[in-house]
């Protein structure tokens, strides 16, 4: 499956954005899909996921303001922020697996080339 990710860009803190990543195939049926964030000189880290069976989870830092969603019928998968914080400025990778374990990223075989998020305080 190949991932696009789009809809990144520059808000000002409590503002919001949605980013999307398109699949090249339906990935409700058969892929477990998650985002992940990476900041400057920090380690990539798992964001929110969905599972092919439709449960959801989320880091801790963005429950409550972000919002993970799936649209079956166009093959892409969003992330809706809102209440943006500087801290959540970082490159943005939507993935693709077949392992339930959504937050690790070392079970995912197919990612998109990434979108900047840049929250300013």
């Known amino acids: 499956v190949q991932l696009q990710a789009s809809g990144g860009g520059l808000v000002q803190a409590g503002g919001s954005l949605k980013l999307s990543c398109a699949a090249s195939?339906?990935?409700?049926?058969?892929?477990?899909v998650g985002w992940f964030r990476q900041a400057p000189g920090k380690e990539r880290e798992f964001v929110a996921g969905?599972?092919?069976?439709?449960?959801?989870s989320y880091v801790d830092s963005v429950k409550g303001r972000f919002t993970i969603s799936r649209d079956n019928a166009k093959n892409t998968m969003y992330l809706q922020m809102n209440s943006l914080k500087p801290e959540d400025t970082a490159v943005y990778y939507c993935?693709?697996?077949?392992?339930?374990?959504?937050?690790?990223?070392?079970?995912?075989?197919?990612w998109g080339q990434g979108t900047l998020v840049t929250v300013s305080s």
């Open positions: 993935a693709a697996g077949r392992s339930v374990l959504l937050s690790d990223s070392s079970v995912y075989g197919y």
């Open positions: 195939e339906r990935t409700s049926s058969r892929w477990n």
């Open positions: 969905i599972r092919m069976s439709g449960s959801i």
